[in-house]
DNA sequence: CAGTGGTCTAGACCACGAA
DNA sequence: TCGTGGTCTAGACCACTGG
């Protein structure tokens, strides 16, 4: 373990311990030179990666303080469907049921990619796992950022995976939330109409440019995200 | 801006922009100190910070990369229920209708908290905006850990808020799912019986002891979970 | 105004790993 | 082998800000 490290580590200890409080002063970085026998740089850097991490802060003559909590982040992986279907050992299969170009941004587009003017390719599909349908697929993508989507064959490669890994993406916005199933979606994943779905709407941009939008519904009983964290503000 | 921050941008826009494409060698540190006519130590800082971020990737004897997309991380804000109902102007009430405190965990604990072993909260409760139900809450607080708990009024203070003010926590896991109302949710939340829901339980530890487990509960068209998110790796 | 953190320098030694 | 990044030092100047 290098020194940073260990005196980085040794503060957190005791910060998530509780022995240092919320607006607790830790020591100058004078003591800490001392304490730990190395420069300024050396504690510095632990501090400085410390304050970036939310735990602390630190301001100028004051000196630095253990942080109060304030916002909670969380990190929430979003795998490939298909890679994360198959990681859990079931088959996979994307079903592309529908797919049109437009020159211009239809009603529907306008609405989930005000920014969007261009030509836009609309498709719709199904993945399956393990030969059941597992989620329904709406999704948009912007062929004035993307191009070489036109030339795309999307009944062979599902478009999150391949979007994944050619077009890269600099932003995107998440919404998730709780719907009972339409009728067309009740058809498309044979669950009853009304049916609790989990349906995930993901705006992607790069530079300023839509890249792609998509709205994933899953029904209820096959879906789970899950998130793992810990606390960026204490 | 400081010259650290400089050379991260400049950087950081040349593999934004695709010029630097995934796999790019960027150049070495000292043909960067040549560039910028600074010391190592300042070009040193700035890449570690991007490569810190995931933006690029540092191999000795071989240069620094810049990085293949990989996971995607979503950052997620789970803000306090009741700072957020009265941060969009809403009036917010915390109605508590159960609390019992258990010298051994129930089964239920037992099924949610397997680490508990000793005496345990169990909280019942629904928050409100604007009058009308908003999310159904049932909580267990491990009273090992947070001895405190046992003598505050969950009467008055919704238990996630008084807990986010006043227990360290470490780490966190969340389950997201959505679900059809059970009989005494429709019933709390005024509202169908199988209308869909999201519901979000989350497990809370303070080094390695379990804090708290809470699951929330709130009708499909009353809460949306948003979050915004950059790329970690490109 | 004095002391803090923010930033930077010009060196140094070392571990790793590609050649 | 030997060039790279990883880490560290002992200094320095400065901007900010609290007392």
Redesign the interface.
Do not use: E, M, N
């Given at each position: 373990m290098t020194l940073d490290q260990r005196i980085r580590t040794e503060v957190e200890d005791r910060?998530?311990?509780?022995k240092w409080r919320p607006g607790h002063r830790i020591p100058f970085e004078h003591e800490l030179v001392a304490t730990y026998g190395c420069s300024r740089?050396t504690v510095n850097k632990a501090l400085t990666a410390l304050a970036r991490s939310g735990l602390i802060e630190r301001r100028r003559k004051a000196g630095s303080f253990v942080a109060h909590?304030h916002?909670?982040?969380?990190?929430?992986?979003?795998?490939d469907i298909g890679a994360m279907i198959m990681a859990r050992g079931d088959h996979y299969r994307w079903e592309l049921t529908a797919s049109r170009q437009d020159m211009k941004p239809t009603k529907f587009a306008l609405e989930m990619m005000p920014d969007a003017d261009g030509p836009i390719l609309a498709l719709a599909g199904t993945h399956h796992a393990a030969g059941e349908p597992f989620g329904a697929e709406h999704r948009l993508i912007d062929l004035t950022t993307v191009p070489e989507a036109a030339d795309i064959d999307f009944s062979t490669v599902a478009p999150g995976s391949w979007l994944?890994?050619h077009v890269?993406?600099?932003?995107?916005?998440?919404?998730?939330?709780?719907?009972?199933a339409d009728k067309p979606t009740a058809d498309r994943l044979e669950i009853a109409i009304?049916?609790?779905?989990?349906?995930i709407e993901r705006w992607t941009w790069r530079?300023d440019r839509p890249v792609t939008f998509v709205r994933q519904t899953?029904p209820?009983d096959r879906?789970?995200?899950?998130?793992?964290?810990?606390?960026q503000g204490?």
């Open positions: 910060i998530r311990s509780g740089a909590p916002v909670r982040a969380a990190v929430l992986d979003v795998p994944l890994g890269p993406w600099t932003d995107a916005r998440h919404r998730i939330c709780a719907i009972g009304g049916a609790p779905c989990l349906q530079l899953f209820g879906y789970d995200l899950v998130a793992k964290f810990t606390p204490r």
